[in-house]
Every structure is written in structure tokens, then in C-alpha cells.
């Protein structure tokens, strides 16, 4: 599926932001593992929670995922978790890969995970190395995917030095801990996103986090889950709300407020950028729901400078370097992204994904194997070569926001994924005033 995107005058209204991935995958695993009657609202039904839903009712969580008022619903199972009989496809879900190699290997479960193409092709050595050393069995087709999880008793203590700050590594180890009971300490360069810490947390588990010479250092010891409510609502997805804040930035006389957003400091740091550079930003109705911070965003048209952006914040705005790039393309000067070689992979080749789209529409920008450079430019775009998604759904999301500053249009190719994380994005767009279409 190709879409157009198109100058439209200005972006106004308000909408709800869909639900987080992060935590909506991390709540129908640790959810089901709560085995209690639990009532999940605001969960995103997209096809990343959907892979992990069907993935954990393979292996008996019995989940049932309403798509059309985005809940599920969990209840206690009469028997434990079983082997799956086939294997477990978790799509282009990273997270759901990762997490669940560590969550059904501490269960002691026989399980073989796959994957898409784009997932087949990520490295999944980070997770294989770790949960080997803590005791599990794992074999994995050259540190990608299938990896095939044999039942095996993991050591009750084990400690992890991450060489990466990677929240799906953290999260992979936290959740093994979790279900093989294991005593666990594990210190990463720099804080990664921490939703699995504080939703383990909210759920009684006994888990903290402290830093110590810079570094990240977690916490956790065996103990049992239980719920305080019986309801558990997913707050809005920082990284879903980056690509709406970014049009509203770019394009003229706009003014946009997208409620329930999650603003947790580990995810949301795309704010303080935004704001340095110039953004009409503001939080209103700040509160905590589910453990996590949430507020009311109120954005509206600003003309953006160039910044250089790199070190310790780029893990706590690593999803949101596509769109931030789209942001430093209209904005006056030069803007330097550094510190960014993650992005070489995520769903794509995400670094050159952003380069070649630049210079499809006329963006100047230089890459290194770490960084990008982009020079910004105040006005429209004219050229208009079509743009490759790569597949990616935060790239194809990116450049349709970029299609706001072009009066010709612009066509991104291939946009079918980004139903794997926001599958209302036109929809909502074109709610806001923009004019994304299909192309026949
Ligand atoms: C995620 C962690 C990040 C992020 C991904 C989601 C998570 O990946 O890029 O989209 O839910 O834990 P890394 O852990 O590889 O940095």
C-alpha cells in the first residue's frame, strides 16, 4: 500500500493517544503470568500486542483480545502454562521476541520462536548470551531467529553487566527472573526505558533501581504478584504521539492537544529536544496512572531551530530519531543527531532508511555509521521522488508528517506496517486536517 501525504493549511482538534506498545506488550505477558481476572483497557490492538497475545494463548495464558474496544481480558487459568504445539511467530515484534524468549524460558517451556523477515534478520545475540549464562537452554540460527527455547532450570543468582542500554535485553532477563525465580542484578551504561521495572513494581514484585557511577543498576528478588485492581488502562503511546507533535510543529497556524499521553522521563525525552529547538509544547493534567506518568499535550506551530543531539538521552528517544530528523529537516540550520548506531537495527537499516528518504525529497544530510547531519530548510519541499518505507513503520509514519511541506504531495511506497504500531495513524491524521491517501 502506498500513501500520498499533502500541504494542508493547518492541523486543529484533539485526540486520544492509542495505547503504548511497550507497556501493552509487557502487561499481556506479565498479565498472563498474574493468572488473575484482569480487565486491560486502552491496550493497543496492533499487530506487535497482537503476535504477543496469540503467541502466550499458545502456551495456555488464556487472554481474549478485543481489537474493537482495545481491552483484554485475562482470566485464572484451570491448568499451567503447556509447550505450544507449533511454533510461536511473533511477526515484526522485537520486543515481543525478545521478552518472550526470556519469559518462556524461565517457565521451563519448549517453545520456538520466529519471526518475519525484518525480525529474522535482527540480531538476537543480546538476549541469547545473557539467558544462556543465567542457565537457560537456547539454540538460535546464528544469533537471528528461529531460537529454540529446551526446558532447562536456570541458577538462582545471576548478575549482568549489559554492554548495550537495551530495554528489550533488560526486559528479556527481568522476565526469566521473574518465572525462574532468580535473584538478579543487572547494571546498563545508561537507563533504558524502565516500563517492565515499574510495572513489576505495581504488581508487588520486589524490584528497584538505583545509579551508581552513572550506570543503571536494577534490583530484583523472588517474590509473589499480586493485583491491586482488577483494571489495568494502558496509557498513551510517547512514541505515537511524537509523530502527531511533529506535524503540528511544522505546519502552519497548527495548534493540536492529544490527550493521555505516557511521559515517562525514560521515553519522553523527545520533549526537551523539541523544546530546545524552539517547540510550542505544554503538558497539562499531569498525573500517574498504572505507575506511570501521564498528561494532556498541548502543541502548536513553531518555527524550530537546528540542535545537536547525542550521549546519554538518545536511549530515552531512540524510537523517535525518524521523526526528530523530519523535525531538523524544516528547521533554520543545522542539526547533528550523533551517538545513534542502534538505529542500524531496529526494523530497518533505520540511519540510511532516513538518509535516502532526505534526499528524496531534497533534504540535505550526510550519515557516518553513528550520525547523521541534516540541514534544515524553512520553506516547502519541491522535489518529489517517492520514498521508500523500507518497511519500517516509523519511517513510512516520518515522511507522510514530512508530506505537510510539500504543496506537490509526496508518495511513501510500501506503508503497509505501520499497522504494527499505530494502525489509526491516517485516520487520526486526516481527523487533525492533513491529507494522507491511499494511492490506487
Ligand atoms: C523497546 C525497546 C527499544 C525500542 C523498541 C521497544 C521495548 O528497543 O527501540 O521499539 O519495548 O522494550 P531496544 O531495547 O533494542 O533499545
Redesign the pocket.
Known amino acids: 500500500m502506498n500513501l500520498s501525504a499533502k500541504y494542508s493549511a493547518c492541523l486543529k482538534g484533539e485526540l486520544l493517544c492509542p495505547g503504548d506498545?511497550?507497556?501493552s506488550?509487557?502487561v499481556l505477558i506479565i498479565g498472563s503470568f498474574l493468572n488473575q481476572e484482569i480487565l486491560i483497557s486502552n491496550i493497543l490492538a496492533s499487530s506487535d500486542p497482537i503476535c504477543t497475545a496469540n503467541a502466550l494463548n499458545q502456551v495456555n495464558a488464556n487472554l481474549t483480545f478485543n481489537k474493537l474496544s482495545n481491552t483484554v481480558k485475562t482470566v485464572k487459568r484451570q491448568m499451567p502454562f503447556q509447550d505450544p504445539t507449533e511454533s510461536l511467530d511473533l511477526g515484526n515484534s522485537?520486543?515481543g521476541a525478545?521478552?518472550l524468549t526470556g519469559f518462556l524460558s524461565g517457565l521451563g517451556i519448549n517453545a520456538t520462536i520466529t519471526g518475519d523477515k525484518s525480525l529474522s534478520s535482527r540480531p538476537m545475540k543480546?538476549i541469547v548470551e545473557p539467558l544462556t549464562k543465567m542457565g537457560f537452554k537456547l539454540n538460535s540460527n546464528n544469533h537471528r531467529l528461529p531460537i529454540e527455547i529446551t526446558q532447562s532450570i536456570g541458577s538462582s543468582f545471576f548478575e549482568y553487566n549489559s554492554p548495550?542500554?537495551?530495554?528489550?535485553?533488560?526486559?528479556s532477563i527481568l522476565l526469566a527472573a521473574l518465572t525462574g525465580s532468580i535473584e538478579t542484578k543487572i547494571t546498563e551504561p545508561i537507563g533504558?526505558?524502565d516500563?517492565?521495572e515499574r510495572m513489576l513494581k505495581y504488581f508487588g514484585a520486589d524490584i528497584h533501581s538505583e545509579i551508581k557511577n552513572e550506570k543503571n543498576i536494577i534490583h530484583f528478588s523472588p517474590s509473589d504478584l499480586s493485583i491491586q485492581d482488577e483494571n489495568y488502562y494502558v496509557v498513551g503511546d510517547f512514541?505515537s504521539a511524537a509523530f502527531l507533535i511533529v506535524a503540528a510543529l511544522i505546519s502552519e497556524d497548527s495548534e493540536i492537544i492529544i490527550r493521555d499521553v505516557g511521559i515517562n522521563p525514560t521515553r519522553a525525552a523527545l520533549i526537551n529536544v523539541l523544546k530546545e529547538m524552539g517547540g510550542n509544547i505544554e503538558f497539562t493534567k499531569v498525573k500517574q496512572v498504572s505507575n506511570e506518568e501521564v498528561c494532556n499535550i498541548l502543541v502548536k506551530n513553531s518555527q524550530l531551530k537546528g540542535a545537536d543531539i547525542g550521549g546519554d538521552i538518545i536511549?530515552s528517544l531512540?524510537?523517535e530519531i525518524p521523526i526528530l530528523s523530519i523535525a531538523a529537516s524544516f528547521a533554520d540550520g543545522k542539526s547533528k543527531i550523533s551517538d545513534i548506531g542502534?538505529l542500524r537495527?531496529?526494523?530497518s537499516d533505520r540511519l540510511n532508511a532516513i538518509s535516502k528518504g532526505l534526499d528524496a525529497i531534497g533534504i540535505k544530510n550526510c550519515t557516518d555509521n553513528t550520525s547523521i547531519t541534516i540541514e534544515g530548510k524553512t520553506g516547502y519541499i519541491e522535489q518529489i521522488d517517492n520514498i521508500k518505507s523500507f518497511d519500517d513503520h516509523r519511517i513510512a509514519m516520518s515522511f507522510l508528517v514530512a508530506g505537510l511541506r510539500s504543496k506537490r504531495g509526496i508518495i511513501v511506497n510500501n506503508c503497509e506496517n505501520i499497522v504494527t504500531?499505530y494502525p489509526n495513524f491516517v485516520s487520526d491524521m486526516n481527523q487533525l486536517g492533513s491529507r494522507i491517501d491511499e494511492v490506487k
Open positions: 506498545k511497550s507497556i506488550q509487557r522485537g520486543t525478545r521478552l543480546r548495550i542500554s537495551s530495554a528489550q535485553v533488560k526486559s533504558s526505558r516500563h517492565t512514541s536511549p531512540i524510537d542502534e537495527v531496529k526494523e504500531s
